[in-house]
């Protein structure tokens, strides 16, 4: 059974820095596309970050230069370093796997198994 | 653009059927998928690909494409499909991946 559950995530000061992690079972993360994705409170789905294959990372612009997406393969478990926090970036953290598809002239990329989050809240 | 545009409600009467859409140019390329989410539970998805349902899910979601719109089609709407539904879909030329900005369906 595939799990992902997440954790670290608190209560941190404006300028403070956190990292979450993302303890996956069920399937190996080093063979997978992760994703980690926010949700502040009341409002919609964002994408925050994606890791591929080797050290191919990708991140959403609000992310980019202050948060870090990693991952260890021999502990299964994904990581998001956030450094440099903000109000705006209290939400609650999923992460996510992903799957990312091209045949017959089509993409796909959606994200079929998620964790049940954890809460950030940026605030003095 | 590499945005999506959702209608933020939607509402049907119990054992009808609703349609939720999904626009923007990145669904001229890519395959939305679709995401439920119920109060303080995680997304589950529901719908991806062509029109493919993961294990678990009712047959009476159903996923479409043309142009730049994705829809999400639920027919006999259950009480218990009220819930807030997510598209998403990527941007090749940023490398990101975008999400709609969510429709809350109530069933009546």
């Known amino acids: 059974e595939v799990q992902l559950v997440e954790s670290g995530g608190g209560l941190i000061q404006p300028g403070g820095s956190l990292r979450l992690s993302c303890a996956a079972s069920g399937f190996t993360v080093s063979g997978s596309y992760m994703s980690w994705v926010r949700q502040a409170p009341g409002k919609g789905l964002e994408w925050v970050s994606a890791?591929?294959?080797?050290?191919?990372?990708f991140y959403a612009d609000f992310a980019k230069g202050r948060f870090t997406i990693s991952k260890d393969n021999s502990k299964n478990t994904l990581f998001l370093q956030m450094n440099n926090l903000r109000a705006d970036d209290t939400a609650v953290y999923y992460c996510?796997?992903?799957?990312?598809?091209?045949?017959?002239?089509?993409?796909?990329?959606?994200?079929?198994?998620w964790g049940q989050g954890t809460l950030v809240t940026v605030s003095s | 653009s590499s945005e999506l545009t959702q209608d933020p409600a939607v509402s049907v009467a119990l054992g009808q059927t609703v349609r939720i859409t999904c626009q923007g140019d990145?669904?001229?390329?890519?395959?939305a998928g679709w995401y439920q989410q119920k109060p303080g539970q995680a997304p589950l998805l529901v719908i991806y690909g062509k029109n493919y349902r993961p294990s678990g899910i009712p047959e009476r979601f159903s996923g479409s494409s043309s142009g730049n719109t994705a829809s999400l089609t639920i027919t006999g709407a259950q009480a218990e499909d009220e819930a807030d539904y997510f598209c998403n879909s990527r941007d090749n030329n940023l490398n990101q991946v975008v999400f709609g900005g969510g429709t809350k369906l109530t069933v009546l």
């Open positions: 990145g669904l001229r390329m890519y395959y």
């Open positions: 996510a796997r992903d799957q990312w598809v091209f045949y017959s002239g089509w993409y796909e990329y959606y994200f079929d198994y």
């Open positions: 890791i591929h294959n080797g050290n191919d990372t």
